[in-house]
C-alpha cells in the first residue's frame, strides 16, 4: 500500500466532530484505461475551530504513483499522470483532524487492458492499377478499440505526406472519403496509422500504380 500524506490545512468552525470526506471523482467501479491520465479528487471540510486537517492518500495494490497530491480549503486530488496498468484499485482518502477524529471514503477503480484501434485502407485495393487521368478515390475505416472514435486520431505516410489536406481524425462512424489528385504515371505508396490515447496505434499500406 503507499500513502500519500498532504500537507495540513486549516478549517475554521465552532466545534469538534469527525472531518467530512467524500471521494467526487470518478465514481465508485468507475473504468479507465491502462495508460491513460486521470485524477481522483475528494470535497474535504471540518466543523471544528481552527483545526488543522491532514490528509492521506491510500491505494492498494501498491503503485508506483507520483508524489503529487494536490489541495485547497475543501478539495484535494491526486493525478496519476502515467495512468495506471491493467487490474483493480482501491483508492483511499482519509482525513484525521488535530483532535483526533477522523473519517475516509474511497471508490473501487477497475483499469481495462488497452488495445489499438484498427484501421484498415479499403481503396485503392493494395497492387491496384488505374490509367493517368482516372480519378483515385481513397476509403480507410478504423475501429476504435477501448477509445471512442474522438480520441483516435491518424498520421500518414507516403504519399499521404504531400497532401496537407487528409484528415487527421476518422468521422464519428469511422471513416475517412477522400479524392486523390491527378497523379503522374509511376508507383505510389500510402500508408496511415491510427493513434489513440494509450500511445497504442496500428497501420495500414497499399501500394498502386498509374499507368
Known amino acids: 500500500m503507499i500513502s500519500l500524506l498532504l500537507g495540513a490545512c486549516t478549517v475554521l468552525s465552532s466545534e469538534n466532530s469527525a472531518p467530512e470526506v467524500q471521494i467526487t471523482s470518478p465514481s465508485d467501479g468507475s473504468r479507465e484505461q491502462e495508460g491513460v491520465p486521470f485524477t481522483v479528487a475528494a470535497s474535504i471540510g471540518d466543523d471544528a475551530t481552527t483545526t488543522t486537517l491532514v490528509l492521506v492518500w491510500e491505494v492498494e495494490p501498491e503503485v508506483d504513483v507520483a508524489q503529487n497530491p494536490l489541495r485547497t480549503e475543501h478539495e484535494a486530488t491526486v493525478y496519476f499522470p502515467d495512468g495506471l496498468d491493467e487490474g483493480t484499485y482501491d483508492i483511499q482518502l482519509t482525513a484525521t483532524d488535530d483532535l483526533g477524529a477522523s473519517a475516509s471514503d474511497s471508490v473501487q477503480v477497475v ?8 484501421v484498415t485502407i479499403n481503396e485503392p485495393a493494395d497492387g ?4 493517368v487521368g482516372e480519378s483515385v478515390g481513397l476509403e480507410v475505416t478504423v475501429k476504435p478499440g477501448n477509445d471512442s472514435m474522438a480520441d483516435v486520431w491518424l498520421t500518414w505516410g507516403g504519399l499521404g505526406e504531400d497532401l496537407p489536406d487528409l484528415p487527421e481524425a476518422p468521422t464519428a462512424d469511422g471513416r475517412v472519403i477522400y479524392l486523390l489528385p491527378e497523379l503522374d504515371r509511376g508507383r505510389y505508396k500510402l500508408s ?18 498509374m499507368e
Open 111 to 118: 483499469i481495462s487492458g488497452n488495445s489499438a484501434p484498427r
Open 128 to 131: 491496384e492499377r488505374f490509367r
Open 192 to 209: 496511415v496509422e491510427a493513434h489513440d490515447q494509450g500511445s497504442e496505434s496500428s497501420e495500414d499500406e497499399v501500394t498502386f500504380t
